[in-house]
C-alpha cells in the first residue's frame, strides 16, 4: 500500500515557475513508476510525465510540457517532483502524482493523491 501527498500547488503569472512534490509512505516506493497527470476544468485527465523505477534513469513527457518540465526522484525521501518552467494559461488544472507500473495511460497507475491545483494567470 502506497500513499501519496502532492504539495506545491498555487497561483503563478504565466511565464513563471512551480515546482510540485508528491511524498509517498510505505517502503516501496524505489519500486513505482511515478507519473504526474492534471485535469482541468471540464476536461479529461492527462498524461503529464513520469520517471521510471529504481534510479529514475528514464523520464517521458506530454508533448504539451516536453522541454519546460522536469521531473526527478528522491528515493532516500520518498519523493517524486515536478518542476513546470514558463507556465502557460493551459497548465492551469490539478495535478495528481500516481505510482505503479506506469506508461502514459492512467489505467497503469495503482495509487494516486489527492491532487494539488495550479492556477496561471495572465
Known amino acids: 500500500q502506497v500513499q501519496l501527498v502532492e504539495s506545491g500547488g498555487g497561483l503563478v503569472q504565466a511565464g513563471g515557475s512551480l515546482r510540485l512534490s508528491c511524498a509517498a509512505s510505505?517502503?516501496?516506493?524505489?519500486?513505482?513508476?511515478m507519473g504526474w497527470f492534471r485535469q482541468a476544468p471540464g476536461k479529461d485527465r492527462e498524461f503529464v510525465g513520469a520517471?521510471?523505477?529504481?534510479?529514475?534513469?528514464?523520464?517521458y513527457y506530454a508533448d504539451s510540457v516536453k522541454g519546460r518540465c522536469t521531473i526527478s526522484r528522491d528515493n532516500a525521501k520518498n519523493t517524486v517532483y515536478l518542476q513546470m518552467n514558463s507556465l502557460k494559461l493551459e497548465d492551469t488544472a490539478v495535478y495528481y502524482c500516481?505510482?505503479?507500473?506506469?506508461?502514459?495511460?492512467?489505467?497503469?497507475?495503482?495509487?494516486w493523491g489527492p491532487g494539488t491545483q495550479v492556477t496561471v494567470s495572465s
Open positions: 510505505g517502503r516501496t516506493f524505489s519500486s513505482y513508476v
Open positions: 500516481a505510482a505503479g507500473a506506469g506508461d502514459t495511460r492512467d489505467r497503469t497507475y495503482t495509487y
Open positions: 520517471i521510471s523505477r529504481w534510479s529514475g534513469g528514464s523520464r
